[in-house]
């Protein structure tokens, strides 16, 4: 933002160079800590509530703005991007991502991003779904049997194994075989990492041989192993491992990586397709599996919802199996998949940071200061969402949703920097529910006291025990 564009803002909003929003008191010393220690998401939801939609948190020298109307956040993610970035608390992410998509910026950012971009459209998404199908329903014939048995599913689990299972299969050309789980171990430990590493007081130094540096060090060299299996396989493939015309079902991302070449003609280096695809596999597959368990969860506490979308599947598929066509017709699936992630979004949380002093919502922000960006907090305003705590997948409806700001709901961020696989995370979902629906209508164990957990996705706080009941 320039001097002259600060000062016409200021004059419209009355600004003063002084004026700081309203926060919430903490006590001495720790200031807010424990509140956000013992319960982060109340903490955040009550802030807002509190104190409006640009408001002040300060703890010792550090002040952080969490900022969750729609307006300002528009104007943060849309509006005036460019005048923020991440920031350096994404240094934490860097041990596991690298410098990948997540963690870049700038130039170097937009250049990586032009290159993926293509891999994630709407046609190249539709051309994986046969792939992704024969994934479902793989699983669907091991859920045969332990419905059979009677046996309990964790649903969350379950659908972390299979996100995995379709990014491997379909974007990278690998078969992670009976791995998901050692996978699903590792990547929790890296990021519970990245998360004590970002909240953390003090940061431990990466080389001390501390148990958790120890474990981390583990599950980040299982992680790397398969990234570096997935760009091997393709180089293998096409020869040379330099034929920018070679590619082979299953693996184009990880082609369209190999192949890039830069402004010189340099190609990317197997570190920076490593980083890439440990970006998009971290971020990809946690967050939709995430999404996918809160999502069946909500439908077996809600059996109207649940029988809905069974209808609807019956009557879009029949006896078969989804195909690309189908994808527009399942509104409802689509419907319960944003309501849920209106109440659980994966991604609760974002940062920025701006680059120079701004102001947002009214409210001057000074350079380098971070700014907290909820969907969690948003989802749940009651001036955005009527009897917000409740499960309504009617409220995406085209009826309900015209008119609605557009950032009262942006469970994948918004801007240039919209989350890369939206479009491939939403039709995934989709499947899945239409797949399922048709075989299996499953059920919560009773009597489980489950949470939302906000590590660096909002998972359950504790297994979804299932049973499968056959349909």
């Known amino acids: 933002m320039t001097p002259e564009e600060t000062r016409i803002l200021d004059r419209v909003s009355g600004n003063t160079a002084d004026r700081k929003p309203p926060g919430p008191r903490g006590y001495p010393f720790l200031s807010v800590l424990p509140r956000i220690w013992k319960d982060p998401l109340k903490f955040f939801v009550d802030m807002a509530r509190d104190h409006g939609e640009v408001a002040l948190l300060g703890f010792g020298k550090w002040r952080f703005y969490l900022v969750s109307g729609p307006e300002p956040i528009k104007t943060i993610l849309q509006d005036n991007h460019r005048a923020f970035w991440k920031g350096s608390g994404m240094d934490s992410a860097r041990p596991v991502m690298g410098n990948g998509l997540a963690t870049s910026d700038g130039d170097f950012w937009r250049s990586q991003r032009r290159v993926l971009q293509p891999e994630f459209n709407l046609p190249r998404v539709q051309s994986y779904i046969p792939s992704m199908v024969v994934e479902i329903e793989r699983m669907l014939g091991r859920w045969n049997k332990l419905a059979a048995g009677n046996e309990p599913i964790d649903m969350a689990r379950e659908m972390n194994h299979l996100s995995q299972r379709l990014i491997f299969g379909t974007l990278f050309g690998i078969d992670i075989g009976d791995r998901p789980a050692q996978v699903h171990d590792a990547v929790t430990e890296a990021m519970s990492y990245i998360q004590a590493r970002a909240w953390g007081l003090w940061k431990v130094p990466e080389k001390w041989?501390?148990?958790?540096?120890?474990?981390?060090?583990?599950?980040?060299?299982?992680?790397?192993?398969?990234?570096?299996?997935?760009?091997?396989?393709?180089?293998?493939?096409?020869?040379?491992?330099?034929?920018?015309?070679?590619?082979?079902?299953?693996?184009?991302?990880?082609?369209?990586?190999?192949?890039?070449?830069?402004?010189?003609?340099?190609?990317?280096?197997?570190?920076?397709?490593?980083?890439?695809?440990?970006?998009?596999?971290?971020?990809?597959?946690?967050?939709t599996g995430a999404a996918l368990a809160w999502t069946w969860y909500l439908l077996s506490k809600n059996p109207k919802a649940s029988a809905r979308l069974r209808m609807e599947a019956d009557t879009v598929l029949g006896e078969r199996a989804p195909t690309a066509e189908d994808i527009s017709k399942l509104e409802y699936s689509r419907m319960v998949i944003e309501e849920s992630m209106r109440l659980y979004p994966p991604g609760w949380i974002l940062v920025r940071?701006?680059?120079?002093?701004?102001?947002?919502?009214?409210?001057?922000?000074?350079?380098?200061?971070?700014?907290?960006?909820?969907?969690?907090?948003?989802h749940r305003l009651p001036e955005l969402w009527e009897n917000p705590q409740a499960f309504r997948p009617e409220r995406f409806s085209p009826s309900e949703s015209a008119g609605r700001p557009r950032f009262a709901f942006f469970p994948y961020g918004g801007g240039p920097r919209v989350c890369l696989g939206n479009v491939l995370s939403m039709v995934e979902m989709q499947l899945v529910l239409a797949s399922v629906s048709r075989h299996f209508r499953p059920r919560l164990e009773p009597d489980q006291a489950v949470r939302p957990t906000p590590s660096i996705t909002l998972r359950p706080s504790a297994p979804l025990r299932m049973h499968l009941e056959r349909l």
Request: aromatic share 4%; proline share 9%; net charge positive.
């Open 209 to 287: 041989p501390t148990p958790r540096n120890r474990r981390f060090r583990r599950a980040n060299a299982l992680l790397d192993g398969l990234m570096y299996d997935a760009i091997r396989a393709c180089r293998a493939q096409s020869g040379n491992g330099r034929d920018p015309g070679s590619t082979m079902p299953g693996n184009a991302v990880v082609a369209a990586l190999v192949n890039a070449r830069s402004e010189n003609g340099e190609p990317m280096s197997d570190r920076q397709i490593r980083d890439e695809l440990m970006t998009i596999f971290v971020a990809g597959h946690d967050t």
């Open 353 to 378: 940071t701006p680059r120079e002093d701004v102001v947002v919502g009214g409210y001057r922000i000074p350079r380098d200061a971070p700014i907290l960006l909820s969907p969690y907090v948003t």
